[in-house]
């Protein structure tokens, strides 16, 4: 078995490779290679991100299999990748809905609960010299999480890491989102998290008309590549965000409505206050979900105009770029493809981490 001691991470004409593991549309891909990361292949049993994989992230290739049946010998065949590579990198950002707080059913998301353990075979098998974990902060704090048991399995294979809840607020993502985020390495020793930036983007620095949105009506359907779309609303619910001030308003301004307001939220003011509620100018965007695109769903009112965010909207808050295409048909299933990804500004601050790791040898 190949190893290669500290001191050859240290050529400054040294280019990582990696392997995208759970790849969804790319954000985490693209980040890396924003970052001069050359990544080999996305890996994915979603089908539908394909396209959306491969238009904007070419030459890495869209690999469609569901890692939890994927072997470690046919993920050879298709890459030809060596073992125990300290120039290879392994980012496994596997679907978090069972272990994030939003409230989503458990039963219909287990068979995704425990994917960190399918990422190990890999790790094991090919002990590439590093490794990327992204994901909810429930993987951190959950008592039935597996990362425990990762964590141990990568001291036992020589591996140094280090872990901690991050906020993507202080990574160049205009947008509230907590993530865990771990970092490990076979030929680092003093392995550390990319340092968080005093300077946070908020809303007003990526939407607006100045930024290239021009101002449209709920169910404007936008039928270029720029999908600046946005969804329809019911008459009660035009109502309601018509009443709802701009700029931060919440569903309080309706509250004594007896025809708009909800029937759950009756004498609950103080409840569930993003329900309903518009973005702040100045202030980063709540987390975006994959129903951001729905004004009942969150905090995700355009904060002055009468409807929800639009797609491309809810893309650049993920830190997407302007050009960067979703193709699919169905809205909804372009929300998913964006609301799961990993915003392509914290991977590429993750990525420019690892190369100055791989510059210093110890940073």
Not at 45 to 64: D, I, V, W
Not at 183 to 191: D, E, G, N, T, Y
Request: glycine share 6%; proline share 5%.
């Amino acid at each position: 078995m190949k190893s290669s001691p500290e001191s050859t991470l240290c050529s400054s004409s040294v280019t990582l490779s990696a392997v995208d593991f759970f790849c969804g549309a790319g954000g985490m891909t693209n980040g890396l290679r924003l970052a001069g990361i050359h990544v080999l292949a996305g890996i994915d049993n979603e089908e539908q991100c394909r396209q959306s994989y491969e238009h904007n992230n070419k030459p890495a290739k869209f690999l469609g299999y569901d890692v939890a049946k994927l072997s470690c010998e046919h993920l050879d065949q298709e890459l030809n990748l060596k073992v125990d590579d300290p120039f290879l990198v392994f980012a496994g950002c596997s679907p978090c809905q069972y272990w994030s707080k939003i409230q989503t059913s458990r039963k219909k998301n287990e068979s995704t609960a425990f994917l960190l353990k399918e990422f190990q075979r890999f790790v094991q098998f090919f002990l590439p010299g590093f490794i990327i974990i992204e994901n909810v902060p429930g993987l951190m704090t959950n008592a039935q999480s597996y990362l425990p048991c990762f964590l141990k399995f990568l001291k036992e294979n020589g591996y140094s890491y280090a872990h901690n809840v991050i906020n993507a607020q202080f990574y160049g993502v205009p947008q509230h989102r907590r993530r865990y985020l771990l970092i490990a390495s076979r030929h680092v020793s003093a392995v550390s998290l990319p340092a968080p930036e005093k300077k946070i983007r908020d809303v007003a620095s990526v939407l607006g008309v100045t930024n290239g949105f021009p101002s449209i009506p709920a169910g404007h359907i936008d039928t270029t590549a720029f999908m600046h779309t946005a969804a329809a609303l019911s008459e009660k619910n035009l109502r309601r965000i018509r009443m709802t001030p701009h700029d931060g308003g919440t569903r309080t301004a309706w509250k004594d409505d007896p025809e708009l307001q909800i029937n759950a939220y009756r004498r609950k003011d103080e409840c569930f206050l993003d329900v309903y509620g518009r973005m702040f100018w100045k202030k980063p965007a709540p987390t975006i979900t994959t129903r951001f695109n729905s004004l009942s769903n969150g905090r995700f009112g355009h904060p002055d105009e009468d409807r929800a965010i639009s797609l491309r909207e809810g893309a650049v808050l993920q830190s997407f770029s302007l050009d960067y295409q979703f193709i699919s048909s169905n809205m909804n299933a372009v929300a998913r493809q964006i609301g799961n990804a990993v915003p392509p500004e914290l991977a590429k601050r993750i990525g420019q981490h690892l190369l100055r790791m791989v510059a210093h040898g110890n940073v």
